[in-house]
């Protein structure tokens, strides 16, 4: 069985959606199946996307994004530095 990728968005909207149906008297276990995902799905949805809403979901992966950059940038400046070390020992 093939994998289905949900985006972020979705997930958010999915879990919305399982919250009402828990709300008005389901329980998880059959509102999960209403959005075709399963049980274990939803709680660790819920743990990893508690409390979020799409804008803050945006920012989050937004500054996800400047992490890596700013990671891969740091990484650069040092492999620079240590370049420019060696030379300036004359280990070249």
């Known amino acids: 069985m093939k994998k289905k990728r949900h985006t972020p968005e979705l997930i958010i909207k999915k879990l919305r959606a399982i919250e009402l149906m828990v ?9 999960s199946k209403v959005e075709s995902i399963s049980e274990q799905t939803y709680y660790r949805w819920k ?22 950059k700013l990671k891969k940038l740091v990484a650069e400046q040092a492999l620079d530095l240590r370049i420019l070390k060696e030379v300036a020992e004359g280990k070249w």
Do not use: P
């Open 23 to 31: 709300g008005q008297g389901k329980t998880a276990a059959e509102a």
């Open 47 to 68: 743990k990893q996307y508690a409390g979020m809403d799409e804008l803050s979901l945006k920012q989050f992966k937004g500054l996800e994004r400047e992490n890596v």
